[in-house]
């Protein structure tokens, strides 16, 4: 029987010298103790030494995979081939199926075949002559590392640590240069004032600051290659009328100096962010399409690495760079932030701010994925960013549009909403019916006081029943005059005749009749007094 043997050094090949030690599975260890007693158990046939790790790593992963690599498929044909009649023992059930396949040889795998690989593990540095311990081991790392990497798909040309120191010197060449300019604009504006307002661009602030020293040099000098034409009319005729201090040519000097600091550092600035494009583009080129070098930069800053932002869920994406006030929220119970550093991504940017928070929450999901992809994947296209980009674009057009779409079937209909009516009757409230006390209709009323006005000169008291029967008569010619009238008149006239209480009238007039009697009989008295 032949062992098929692998280490990191090449591929061994055994030949067991006595097969009846192997029926012993649990004792078998006892035999291979010593190397002068594995020796007598089995024998080196053949071995294939890898030429480097690049071959050492496409057989690892080869067999791992259950595969057979090319070195593999020479060494069988070269020595298995020559002695078909013997079995090979090998450690993967499902590579000795390929090789049953492919190589037409019978492959065993059991529990010894397992036990005697390990055996053979233990006294390899002396089974296998002409390797020192020392490569073996060395070998062994570097096939580690490789094989390693491979299994996390990782590229060591994705270093994600340039990315963030770039990231870092680009915000703080941004401070700088702020500085640096403010500076320059507050003391140059104490020699020419006017210009500062003039030239708004603080490039071309510095270099025709540079160019042309003092302002009584703006005359004779030519400014087309730094400012437009409408601006060169206007900061010369400016320089004629400055109200500005004269400066010595020291202070000229030291001005022009920090003008060119301004200036190199402008151009180091530009250089250094297209380094970063590329790099993104390099390391993240989904996340890159996603949200921007500049964010996905920032990101990856904040989280550490490509990979520890990986580890991150959405929701954490979402609100990275806005922890002080997420935990400000919830120390105060109050609402919390609904995005961080991706606010500054040019989907949410281009937002209303009704939507921000959901496009933010969209935004994040998607980068998360686009993430992984970069930090994990075998790819390094910008496919799935562009696709989710597109997802994304047309969801917030739908947002801005207001669109309403269907939620069974495709969605991809629009769905037809019929324009709402309102067909319910509208009914006023009666809050007549809450009062117990009758009421009269203005029109009664109105009519009662027609009726009194006459009836006030009347003092007599033989007149009172007169003034009775004529009210009387007056009622009943109404009525007579109101039944001729519509039904719905009618039943209204009757209905208020019912209201109407009929008794204060002749208490009122009987109370007016009795006053006007009292006096009479004063006046009587009066003038029988001055009779007398």
């Known amino acids: 029987m032949l062992v098929l043997f692998e280490t990191a050094a090449g591929y061994a090949i055994f030949k067991v010298l006595d097969e009846s030690k192997l029926q012993e599975i649990d004792s078998l260890y006892k035999e291979f103790d010593t190397p002068e007693k594995a020796n007598k158990i089995v024998k080196l046939k053949h071995f294939e030494k890898f030429q480097d790790t690049t071959e050492a790593l496409a057989a690892a992963t080869a067999m791992t995979e259950g595969k057979i690599g090319k070195s593999l498929k020479k060494l069988l044909k070269k020595v298995v081939a020559k002695e078909a009649h013997e079995q090979l023992a090998i450690s993967d059930a499902k590579l000795g199926g390929v090789i049953k396949e492919k190589m037409e040889l019978a492959c065993i795998h059991?529990?010894?075949?397992?036990?005697l690989m390990r055996c053979i593990r233990s006294q390899i540095e002396s089974l296998v002559t002409g390797l020192p311990p020392k490569e073996i081991s060395a070998m062994s790392l570097g096939l580690a590392h490789s094989l390693s990497r491979y299994k996390l798909k990782f590229s060591p040309d994705k270093v994600d640590t340039m990315i963030v120191q770039a990231i870092s010197l680009l915000d703080d060449l941004d401070k700088e240069l702020n500085n640096y300019i403010m500076r320059c604009r507050e003391?140059?504006?104490w020699h020419f004032p006017e210009v500062g307002k003039i030239i708004t661009d603080n490039l071309a602030y510095c270099k025709f600051v540079r160019k042309i020293g003092e302002r009584t040099n703006v005359a004779a000098s030519d400014l087309s290659d730094i400012l437009p034409e409408e601006?060169?009319?206007e900061v010369k005729l400016a320089a004629e009328i400055s109200m500005g201090t004269e400066v010595s040519e020291q202070d000229i000097g030291n001005i022009g100096h920090l003008c060119d600091q301004v200036i190199d550092i402008s151009e180091?600035?530009?250089?250094l962010y297209d380094y970063l494009q590329n790099r993104m583009?390099?390391?993240?080129?989904?996340?890159t399409v996603m949200v921007g070098e500049l964010v996905g930069a920032r990101l990856i800053a904040h989280a550490g690495s490509l990979l520890n932002l990986a580890k991150h869920p959405a929701s954490t994406v979402q609100i990275l760079g806005a922890e002080k006030a997420l935990f400000r929220a919830l120390k105060t119970r109050k609402d919390t932030p609904k995005y961080g550093l991706i606010y500054h991504a040019s989907l949410v940017g281009q937002t209303t701010a009704k939507n921000k928070g959901k496009i933010s929450r969209m935004l994040a999901a998607k980068a998360s994925l686009a993430i992984r992809y970069d930090a994990l994947g075998e790819d390094t296209n910008a496919e799935m960013g562009t696709e989710n980009r597109a997802k994304l674009e047309a969801r917030l057009r739908q947002l801005e549009e207001k669109g309403i779409r269907r939620i069974s079937g495709t969605g991809k209909a629009m769905a037809k909403a019929d324009k709402y009516q309102h067909k319910s009757e509208v009914r006023m409230y009666d809050p007549s019916g809450d009062s117990t006390i009758p009421s009269t209709s203005k029109k009664r009323k109105f009519e009662e006081v027609e009726e009194e006005e006459p009836e006030a000169p009347v003092t007599p008291a033989v007149k009172s029943k007169k003034a009775k029967k004529e009210a009387v008569v007056e009622e009943e010619a109404e009525t007579s005059a109101a039944a001729e009238e519509t039904p719905k008149k009618k039943k209204k006239k009757k209905d208020k005749k019912e209201e109407e209480p009929e008794a204060p009238?002749?208490?009122e007039e009987e109370m007016a009749v009795t006053e006007s009697t009292k006096k009479k009989k004063k006046k009587?008295?009066?003038?029988?007094?001055?009779?007398?």
């Open 268 to 271: 180091y600035r530009a250089q």
């Open 110 to 115: 059991s529990p010894v075949v397992a036990e």
């Open 505 to 507: 009238e002749p208490v």
């Open 281 to 287: 583009m390099a390391i993240a080129p989904n996340l």
């Open 231 to 233: 601006i060169e009319a």
């Open 524 to 532: 009587k008295k009066a003038k029988d007094e001055d009779d007398e």
């Open 187 to 189: 003391w140059y504006g």
